[in-house]
């Protein structure tokens, strides 16, 4: 069994810290549980380099401190097509150096590549999906974040309808969505259309804290692990046993708001308000629950046959957080983290797998309770929107009492 993250960012990308090199990338991977990581940007000539001098393997999989590394990058196109402005971010696999050249090559003659980890340009998806199959047939194409406001595939602000309206007749060459935290698989069924797309989780971690690392995650059951194994278990969802999300509410775009105003709805209130905020009177940022059901033409509930399963896990930090009172960034919470790494080995393992009297044995009964409670989906989360972060409701707070923390 392997957990997989192939969508993050390096120091190279803005906004993420430099601690993100190889060497605290693979450490905070293996606290985590994670066997495979995507190497992130590599269309950024620094982190390239390093990668190249770095990492060592074979068949696409590159060793370094016993973490497994696959050449993965994002860009961002920004494009009109149809009349209409569209900002899509893309997430790339690539199976050598060999190939990554080749797509630098050609990026390199689109624009530049060296200001940002995740470079912008002005071609279409279909452009883009038409050179990636020239270079090499074994390059994946991602629609990031497929749902996210802007940048995602079906955003609200500046996406398409359906992969179809985007890609044209390349859209054969994609096989796979990651569903970004905001939504989770029963959301993505939801959509008849979407059921030939295997969906597919990262953490796309950006922010200067690589601890986030694998807060979403694919899980294969690999026999041998190649490049060619694990694109082929995406494309056929054979040997991918599960994805870990979050529960979609914990992501920043889950429902419908303003950040500046303070201001959060469900998509039903949203309506009710003709998507204006009551503070401001000027258009709500759409989330991607209420884009979710723009699209549906399912009811909530269904599952299409052959869908890969799920497991939904909010990280552990967070759960520590509601415990200590205190938030994730605090030194208390990783003290008591680190404890439980200590015992358990890895992350994945504690929310997964360890018995609540082995985790009574290091930590206080409540939060062994919480840590089961979140394996099986019983804790209440506040709605993202806006660019901010959902929040794990404590305990005392009944469900009840959901409404008080709404807006
Ligand atoms: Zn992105
Ligand atoms: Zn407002």
Known sequence: MQF?????????SRATSNKMNLQELSAHAKTKGLDILGTGDFTH???????KSKLSGENGIYDYDDIKFVLSGEISLIYKQDGKG?????????????????????????????YDGRPIFGFSSVEFAEAMMSISKDIMIIPAHAWTPWYGIFGSM???DSVEECFQDQAKHIYALETGLSSDPPMNWRLSKLDKYTLISNSDSHSPYPWRLGREANVFDLKEISYINMIEAI????????????????????????????FSCSPEEALRLKNLCPKCHQQLIIGVLHRVEELADRKEGFRPDGAVDFKSLIPLSEIISMVTGTDVFTKRVWEIYNQLIAKFNNEFNILLYAEKEELKKVVKEKLAELIIKNREGR???????????????PESDKESNLEKFLR
């Open 4 to 12: 997989a993250d192939l969508h993050m960012h390096s120091s190279y």
């Open 45 to 51: 000539p620094v982190w390239l380099k390093e990668l």
């Open 86 to 114: 569209r900002r899509i971010h893309h997430v790339l696999l690539a199976e050598s150096f060999e190939v990554v050249d080749q797509i630098v090559e050609w990026l390199k003659k689109k624009g530049r590549i060296d």
């Open 158 to 160: 500046s996406g398409f």
């Open 235 to 262: 494309k056929n969802r054979k040997n991918f046993l599960f994805t870990v999300e979050v529960d979609p509410s914990y992501g920043k775009y889950h429902y419908d708001g303003h950040r500046n105003c303070n």
């Open 379 to 393: 804790i209440k989360v506040l709605p993202g929107y806006d660019g901010v972060y959902g929040k794990p409701i």
